[in-house]
Nanobody, 129 residues
Framework: QLHFVESGGGLVQPGGSLRLSCAAS?????????IGWFRQAPGKEREGVAC????????NYADSMKDRFTISRDISKDTVYLQMNSLKPEDTAVYYC?????????????????????GGQGTQVTVSS
């Protein structure tokens, strides 16, 4: 079973920035997985935000985040980051990371279709003035 520790959320004003971190706990290594960031706002379905394949071969972003968010990984720290700039009130949500194993895709998926394993509490991001 995979367990994640998401951190870095908080309260930020519109236009501000946050960097979220996703680390593994309990003895597994993020390096061997495609990692996705997802978010869920109150009353809404969970949606994909960004993903990065194993070995950082490629990344993928939801259209509304493409020019504002950047996903990256630091192998030495076994951590995946989500740099979020130009935050908007509609970015308010709990953000989760998740892992996808198996064959490395050419482009990772942002679908919430059961192929990602979730296992963290998430980190709350609130964008408000």
């Amino acid at each position: 079973q995979l367990h994640f520790v998401e951190s870095g959320g908080g309260l930020v004003q519109p236009g501000g920035s946050l960097r979220l971190s996703c680390a593994a706990s309990r003895g597994f290594t993020l390096e061997y997985y495609t990692i996705g960031w997802f978010r869920q706002a109150p009353g809404k379905e969970r949606e994909g935000v960004a993903c990065i394949t194993r070995h950082s071969y490629s990344t993928n972003y939801a259209d509304s985040m493409k020019d504002r968010f950047t996903i990256s990984r630091d192998i030495s720290k076994d951590t995946v980051y989500l740099q979020m700039n130009s935050l908007k009130p509609e970015d308010t949500a709990v953000y989760y990371c998740a892992a996808q194993g198996g064959v490395v895709p050419a482009v990772c998926s942002l679908l919430v279709d059961g192929t990602y394993t979730f296992g963290g509490q998430g980190t709350q991001v609130t964008v408000s003035s």
